[in-house]
């Protein structure tokens, strides 16, 4: 096998980075040192040190919703003072922190937990329970985590169907508390412990809130004691660190969520001091933005050779999409690049699913490899089959980048499919925090270089509101006309479903 003149001995050592101990190597970007020099360059012309220094001062860098973007505040357990507009946040979040310790000591007897949230409510603290769950000899509280998000009743019953109602507690996360599938779940589980003999007292003991409308909360029926506070600084896709991820510490303990904080806030340290040059988030940002503009890639894959993390391309596709899928700037013009779409699965499960389009493919996908040192399982087996499991990663990066020339055009591989591969100790919180943070600065970072507002998403609400009259047109179930709010597509299927 051939060797790209890049891959020379020089280059592949100064394509090695190191922070908080996860490795980024990006010796298979196929980026030489004169390109890396001009896309520093341009980061430096786009006044990403500025944005980030601002990003972590509280400045409103929000501008569309005049709003800091200080999720960083809520891992900052160095506890020094975070100031926004004139007074520190720090002294409310520790308090946070006390009050969810407080009540990990308290549950006892807790059979299971009833998680209602979705989208950023959801994805984070999913993604941490089932990941952490893999760490070998991890303590869990023995309760079954129940995460319920989607309106549809399948979930719904399913989890009812498992769940003990008398020793059960539902926590209800909403930053507005109107989220729609939200209330309705939420109305759903209180009807089933009122079907189950639950007392007004039971009941009132069992609900737990996180939001920032707490007057809302209260109205529904939760005790003021039991709403935990989500501040509106915070987008939904970056709360996890927030009472949000409430479940983790329920679940492992208030030192493992501890643990998951300071991971993150490492990396944040990190991203925050880190030469450009040196700095992993903003390295990552470079090399796809160089993709999109050398090969003008549409989608790039997250593929973590690591069971565990599942879950974790699934938290991706909301962070990357949801913060940076925009078609206009941060003053409403234009944009040459955006958000690629983002897909991945847990290797080498994927390999045998979509590998054949990001080797063989018309259009280049460039790839984040994620590998963890040790293995997920203390197993005899375990040993031997990480071993597979590591060789299969490095194996498909280097078919990758060569590519395979052969006479049978169906024996092909082009080669030059750029990818990064992120190497972990070992997964554990810590880590877990850092991985996380890592990819939330990145999209930071891109959202500075392609002059985007990475921390709202207008584009959310569009069809919410489309879909209120077209509920009620399913509810009159009478024949129904297009009419200014209803087009004569959905007019027709609409009536298709009322047949």
């Known amino acids: 096998m051939s060797s790209s003149p890049l891959q020379n001995s020089e280059n592949i050592a100064a394509s090695t980075h ?6 980024l190597d990006t010796a298979y970007q196929n980026i030489s040192a004169a390109q890396w020099d001009k896309l520093f360059s341009f980061a430096r012309k786009s006044k990403l040190e500025g944005f980030i220094a601002d990003m972590f001062a509280g400045k409103h860098i929000n501008l569309s919703e005049d709003r800091p973007a200080l999720h ?3 891992r900052n357990l160095s506890k020094l003072p975070v100031m926004l507009d004139g007074q520190d946040v720090m002294p409310a979040i520790t308090d946070v922190w006390r009050r969810i310790e407080a009540l990990c000591n308290k549950w006892v007897g807790v059979t299971d937990v009833i998680h209602i949230g979705i989208g950023g409510s959801d994805f984070g603290p999913r993604l941490a329970i089932e990941a952490l769950a893999h760490v070998p000899g991890i303590e869990s509280r023995g309760m079954r985590m129940h995460f319920l998000a989607n309106i549809d009743t399948a979930e719904l019953a399913r989890i009812l169907d498992r769940a003990q109602p008398n ?17 309705m779940n939420a109305k759903a589980v209180v009807n089933w412990l009122k079907d189950n003999d639950c007392t ?8 737990f809130a996180v939001t920032a409308n707490i007057p809302t909360a209260k109205a529904f029926g939760i005790e003021e004691d039991n709403i935990f506070p989500f501040w509106d600084w915070v987008g939904g896709r970056y709360s996890v660190w927030s009472a949000v991820g409430l ?10 969520f501890e643990q998951f904080l300071a991971g993150a806030h490492a990396m944040d340290l990190h991203f925050k001091n880190a030469p450009l040059e040196q700095n992993l988030p903003v390295i990552m940002a470079l090399a796809l933005l160089h993709q999109q503009e050398t090969l003008g890639i549409k989608a790039y894959a997250a593929i973590p050779y690591a069971d565990a993390l599942d879950w974790f391309p699934k938290w991706l596709q909301q962070l990357d999409m949801e913060s940076n899928g925009k078609s206009v700037d941060r003053q409403g013009k234009p944009v040459k690049h955006s958000s690629p779409v983002v897909f991945g699965s847990a290797g080498s499960n994927a390999q045998h699913s979509y590998f054949q389009l990001l080797h063989q493919g018309s259009d280049v996908v460039p790839i984040d490899f994620i590998a963890v040192r040790k293995p997920m399982s203390d197993r005899p087996e375990a040993i031997a089959h990480h071993r597979i499991l590591l060789s299969n990663c490095l194996a498909q990066a280097q078919a990758l980048a060569h590519g395979k020339k052969a006479d049978n055009p169906n024996d092909v591989y082009p080669g030059n499919r750029p990818s990064n591969l992120l190497l972990l100790p070992e997964l554990n919180a ?11 600065n990145r999209a930071a970072s891109l959202g500075a270089l392609w002059n985007i507002n990475s921390f709202d998403q ?22 129904l006309e297009a009419n200014n709010n209803i087009d004569a597509v959905t007019a027709a299927r609409i009536n298709l479903l009322n047949t």
Do not use: M, W
Request: glycine share 6%; hydrophobic share 45%.
């Open 247 to 256: 479940p983790i510490a329920l679940q492992y303990g208030f030192k493992t």
């Open 200 to 207: 007004k007292g039971q009941i009132a003991n069992s609900l």
């Open 458 to 479: 207008p584009g959310v609400e569009f069809g919410k509101v489309l879909a209120k009259p077209i509920e009620k047109a399913l509810l009159d179930a009478s024949h």
């Open 167 to 183: 020793s059960t507690r539902i926590i209800i996360v909403s930053k507005s508390f109107t989220t729609l599938e939200t209330t």
């Open 430 to 440: 810590f880590y877990l925090g850092a991985l996380l943070a890592l990819y939330e």
């Open 72 to 74: 960083s505040a809520l």
């Open 18 to 23: 190191t922070a908080v101990d996860v490795v």
